[in-house]
């Protein structure tokens, strides 16, 4: 379908903003191989945001929406929290629902589209903050897994309930002292790559975004397994730079640091051996259109 | 007064291959690469002067991004 759907009307062509022409033109609709390293050379599906300058999370924003390999065929599930303010201003089918309900809305959001198009690849993406997937959202988020609802899941991890003031979260690190949790973090930080391996998830992945080829290589391989096998997680730490005192030219540095060995945001990947063996049979970039069938 | 990203077109190594500053700029559509000239390009009206793309191109030696007040 690629951009077909997007083009403009000649009349009224015009008349519509520039960001939309542009769109039309030089969008990655349809493209195949698409991947970062088209940031920069054409249009990006993500536009001017409200994000904080210097924010990892739009960092991370950009890999995901570049590296998605189906861009027009896919819906992206988001929730409350930096993730939502976002959502309007990208060129990705998007759905907002309630806090914590990200994974019950993808879930039935897949299969409906499975009995309607059973054709096509439809991709379906969850994209939420570490409170709506571990804490509000982690009972919608645990039965997506159990239900093998095939589907992505990808968490922004930034160790706290940053858009409202700094309060603790189940991700932050044990000890941590936020602005609205001055007596500090009384437990571990919950480890949900390794709940979401024994949970039946086929591919799991943490890290930070510091490494754009890494991050490409996890999204694809994540969307091409919850297509064929089963659910799949993506773990990617965007510090939220005001909440942990540090300067707008600093968060990349602090990804850095947190990556280290043995740090906790240190590249751990996990595939099910169903899902090596699915990988086997798809060529990376050749046969990612590969068909689903219902 | 804002600040924004500008690019010194005659150390910028873009031609070589370097994407740094497009990579690890966080707003999309900011700083481009001209294919024409071979070098990447801020667009001033989008950049929102978090200098990340100062430290990550001076990190790697090329010093080719500067901050100039608009």
């Not at chain 1, 991947?35 to 050379?41: M, P, S």
């Not at chain 1, 945001?49 to 861009?71: M, Q």
């Not at chain 1, 890494?214 to 091409?224: D, F, M, P, T």
Request: proline content about 4%; some cysteine; overall charge neutral.
């Amino acid at each position: 379908m690629s951009k077909e759907k997007i083009k403009i009307n000649t009349e009224f062509y015009d008349i519509m903003p520039v960001e939309y022409q542009e769109l039309v033109e030089e969008g990655t609709y349809g493209k195949e191989g698409r991947g970062w390293k088209d940031v920069g050379e054409s249009k990006e599906l993500i536009e001017e945001h409200s994000l904080c300058a210097g924010c990892p999370e739009s960092i991370a924003f950009r890999y995901v929406l570049a590296c998605l390999p189906n861009p027009e065929d896919t819906i992206m599930v988001g929730s409350t929290g930096c993730t939502s303010l976002v959502f309007p201003h990208v060129a990705v089918h998007n759905i907002h629902s309630l806090f914590g309900n990200q994974n019950a809305v993808a879930s039935g959001l897949k299969r409906a589209l499975s009995y309607r198009f059973p054709d096509k690849v439809k991709d379906v993406v969850v994209l939420a903050g570490d409170g709506a997937t571990v804490d509000i959202g982690l009972d919608m988020t645990l039965q997506s897994w159990f239900r093998q609802e095939k589907f992505t899941t990808i968490c922004f991890d930034n160790e706290l309930y940053a858009n409202t003031g700094g309060q603790s979260s189940g991700l932050m690190q044990k000890g941590f002292v936020a602005k609205m949790a001055p007596a500090g973090k009384k437990f571990e930080k919950v480890n949900l790559p390794e709940i979401a391996k024994v949970s039946g998830c086929h591919y799991v992945a943490k890290m930070t975004v510091s490494k754009p080829n890494r991050v490409e290589k996890a999204i694809r391989q994540a969307i091409l397994i919850a297509r064929e096998i089963g659910p799949t997680y993506i773990q990617l730490y965007t510090p939220c730079i005001l909440e942990i005192g540090k300067q707008m030219m600093e968060g990349l540095q602090e990804m850095r640091d947190s990556e280290g060995p043995n740090k906790r945001f240190e590249f751990e990947e996990y595939i099910s051996e169903e899902a090596k063996a699915y990988l086997k049979t798809v060529a990376p970039k050749k046969k990612k259109r590969k068909e689903i069938s219902a | 007064m804002y600040a924004v990203a500008e690019v010194v077109d005659e150390a910028c190594v873009a031609k070589k291959g370097c994407r740094l500053c497009i990579m690890y700029c966080p707003e999309a559509n900011t700083i481009l690469f001209n294919k024409e000239n071979q070098v990447a390009e801020v667009v001033e009206q989008r950049c929102k002067g978090c200098e990340l793309c100062v430290v990550v191109c001076s990190s790697a030696k090329h010093n080719a991004i500067r901050l100039v007040h608009r």
